[in-house]
């Protein structure tokens, strides 16, 4: 198994300009999250789906927009990309199966100029 | 909303000493999820607490839920360069998958380990 998988790994992006981040699953897990990391601040919340075509917002979801169309993937898309928005981006995965611990991808460093 | 608070942010220790990295929490612990991130990797589960006054150990790593007081603790024995990293704590908002699993986390505590 893969685990979790994102690309890119790095992006630098021009103010305005929009992109698509991608996340994949091999292991058949219905729950996925996506998240953001400021530096010292932890992970934030940003979008996660239940299964394919249930999303819902989390803690910071301005600035973005995730689909679910498979259960595999779960592409978090930024429109418009701002300054606030560099940071680094985890997208993870749950069986909800205790322990109901989370995967988490490598992450993709995002900087917005 | 739930917060995590993490003491201390960072931390260095000389090989081979001990050391504890807590996680408290402004409301009741359901489940409290330990994770370390390696600098540019994802982070990797330790270990999962539901229990007040559960101990769970994994190697040279033991963590602790002492629910009456909303505050887990992980202890490192003896530790080793290879322990470095960033610890961080994660809160589950319901019993048993109620919020869909979604965990609030603390800021994390930088732990760097001298040889």
């Known amino acids: 198994n893969a685990g979790v998988t994102q690309t890119p790994k790095f992006r630098i992006l021009k103010i305005g300009q929009s992109m698509t981040l991608q996340c994949a699953q091999d292991?058949?897990?219905?729950?996925m999250y996506w998240y953001r990391q400021d530096p010292g601040m932890g992970l934030k919340l940003i979008y996660y789906?239940?299964?394919?075509?249930?999303?819902d917002k989390g803690e910071v979801p301005n600035g973005y927009n995730v689909s679910r169309s498979t259960t595999e993937d779960f592409p978090l898309r930024l429109e418009l990309a701002a300054p606030s928005q560099t940071s680094v981006y985890f997208c993870?995965?749950?069986?909800?199966?205790?322990?109901?611990?989370?995967?988490f991808g490598p992450g993709t460093r995002l900087t917005v100029t | 909303s739930q917060e995590l608070e993490q003491s201390p942010q960072s931390l260095i220790v000389q090989e081979g000493k001990n050391l504890t990295i807590n996680c408290t929490s402004s409301?009741?612990?359901?489940?409290l999820y330990w994770y370390k991130q390696k600098y540019g990797e994802g982070l990797i589960f330790l270990m999962m607490?539901?229990?007040?006054?559960e101990e769970k150990s994994h190697e040279k790593i033991t963590a602790k839920l002492d629910e009456k007081k909303q505050q887990s603790s992980l202890h490192i024995t003896a530790s080793q360069p290879s322990h470095a990293g960033i610890y961080l704590c994660?809160?589950?908002?319901?019993?048993?998958?109620?919020?869909?699993?979604?965990?609030?986390f603390g800021k994390g505590t930088l732990l760097t380990v001298n040889p």
């Open positions: 994660g809160a589950d908002k319901a019993k048993s998958g109620g919020s869909n699993y979604k965990l609030t």
């Open positions: 292991m058949n897990h219905n729950y």
């Open positions: 409301k009741t612990l359901y489940g």
């Open positions: 993870a995965s749950t069986s909800g199966a205790f322990p109901y611990e989370q995967y």
């Open positions: 607490l539901q229990k007040g006054g």
């Open positions: 789906s239940v299964g394919a075509g249930i999303t």
